[in-house]
């Protein structure tokens, strides 16, 4: 059965809108007298009072108690907004991020984290917050062919966890999976510089090398990078650079299968392996 529209009931829809609308701001009881008059029923407005903190903060280790994590953070999310800045909510706080994480949750986690952070500055659980807001990122990196801007924040993260709290329990975890997010980061790179490399842009593919070596010279990408370099400046003409990218590449890696693609691409070109130490790759290795 279809309803036909009918303009009288939707007027008087929207003047009583319009009504609760206006009343409801000036005098509650009366827009709950005109909602009588108009729907025949009875509307009562009640203010429900703030459960108490430690009832909530009680309520939600029981969620979390039974792996009901979604419904553990909503709890600990009620102390924030029913108690902010009360000692139940800093502990809340903490407990969000956390059952929000283990509910895969993760905006929601790096949001509860983040406030957390800003908050506490100099809590003892700060190192946990930004691991746990690091995880929540982590958690979300993509393939190499997407945006890696969620890869870009968890590494901020993890770095905060390593530098500013090296003794904390979170270094060591936060350390390895800040090395495994920059082998994701320069593998995006690499990714982009090898496109550039098959369209003969030689130009762009050396920019993207040259941040592999700049920004994630500890990852796995940089023998490639070294070897991608020789071949991009011998397309360029600029052979002393081509010398010092293979150099380099054979004496970090001399049993590597790049490098001995890399030696025979010089030979090809008429050129052996030689570093040349006003290169900015002689340089940067120096100091490494």
Known sequence: MILAFNPRTSMRLSFAVRLLAVVGLAAPLAACSSFDSLFGEKYETKILPDTPADQSYNQGLARLQSKDYDGAAKKFEDIDKQHPYSEYSKRGLLMATYSAYEAGKYPEAIAAGQRYIGRY????????????????????????????????KALAAFETVVTKYPKSEYAEDAKYKAQVTRDQLAGKEMSIGRFYLRRNNYTGAVNRFRDVLGKYQSTRQTEEALFRLTEAYIGLGIIHEAQTAAAILGHNYPDSTWYKDAYAKLQSAGAEPKEHSDSWMSKLFRRS
């Open 121 to 152: 500055v100099s809590s003892p659980e700060i190192a946990y917050a930004y691991y746990l807001v690091g995880m929540s990122y982590y958690h979300q990196i993509p393939d190499i062919s997407r945006d890696q801007d969620t890869a870009v």
